[in-house]
């Protein structure tokens, strides 16, 4: 099976968009959601809509959970706390409904699927660093995780001596009994110093893993958000990829 994995939407039609344009080539057969389709961006329903009907797994991201009220927005910096407090003021819902069928996490041919950690999947942690994924190899036990949450690609491999590293992006084939962690970096919202979209192409049968990069309208999310009067920090920061 090839399958599509995206990530952090952020309510960026523009990015998300392109992406699906791409995974179009791609011949794959199944595309799986990681959490955070809301959110900073200025089209939140018309992106949950997307995801809805494009994904088969979907997971909630921690704006997700906050938008639905499951949580409060008090630990947000200032902007993402505007932006989601924007959010469930436009939120339709019909959007509601959908958002609030998104899984916490799930496994799926053998691989996990979480947004933030699978240490703790509730309390968005952050793993960006080989310390950090060392400790949440022991939180799963199939062979391969694929997360998002930092916006930032990453590939971590446990060797069988049990040493963790961090490896090349430049497309990953799994070698025998090593496991991964696998970031498959942000779709709408990139953090890595590339401006372009990100997400993850697997190959289940191979273990072949490629990090596709889209370039978008980014000048078109901009101005959305401009019309939407969302702060200026999260308009400015997309064409950096910062």
């Known amino acids: 099976m090839r399958m599509a994995i995206i990530s952090d939407v952020h309510a960026n039609l523009e990015a998300l968009t392109a992406v699906i344009r791409d995974i179009e080539k791609q011949n794959v057969e199944k595309v799986h959601f990681l959490g955070d389709v809301v959110g900073y961006g200025a089209d939140p329903d018309r992106c949950i809509a997307l995801i809805n009907d494009l994904c088969d797994i979907k997971l909630l991201g921690n704006h997700d959970y906050v938008a639905l009220g499951l949580e409060s927005p008090t630990h947000f910096n200032s902007a993402a706390r505007e932006s989601i407090i924007w959010t469930q003021e436009k939120l339709q819902p019909e959007r509601i409904k959908e958002l609030a069928d998104f899984e916490m996490e799930a496994t799926c041919?053998?691989?996990?699927?979480?947004?933030?950690?699978?240490?703790?999947?509730?309390?968005?942690?952050?793993?960006?660093?080989?310390?950090?994924?060392?400790r949440n190899?022991?939180?799963?036990?199939?062979?391969?995780?694929?997360?998002?949450?930092?916006?930032?690609?990453?590939?971590f491999c446990r060797r069988?001596?049990?040493?963790?590293?961090?490896?090349?992006?430049?497309g990953v084939t799994a070698e025998p009994d090593c496991r991964y962690i696998i970031n498959v970096g942000s779709v709408g919202q990139p953090r890595d110093g590339n401006p372009q979209a990100c997400y993850l192409v697997a190959d289940t049968v191979r273990?072949?893993?490629?990090?596709?990069?889209?370039?978008?309208?980014?000048?078109?999310?901009?101005?959305?958000?401009?019309?939407?009067?969302?702060?200026?920090?999260?308009?400015?920061?997309?064409?950096?990829?910062?």
């Open 109 to 134: 041919a053998g691989y996990r699927m979480v947004h933030a950690t699978p240490e703790h999947p509730s309390e968005w942690n952050y793993l960006l660093s080989v310390p950090e994924a060392k």
């Open 137 to 155: 190899f022991d939180f799963f036990t199939e062979d391969f995780c694929f997360v998002g949450h930092s916006h930032i690609p990453a590939v």
């Open 160 to 170: 069988p001596d049990a040493e963790v590293e961090l490896c090349d992006l430049e």
């Open 207 to 242: 273990n072949n893993f490629a990090h596709k990069r889209v370039p978008y309208d980014v000048e078109t999310a901009q101005d959305k958000m401009k019309k939407a009067q969302l702060p200026n920090y999260l308009i400015t920061r997309l064409a950096s990829g910062r």
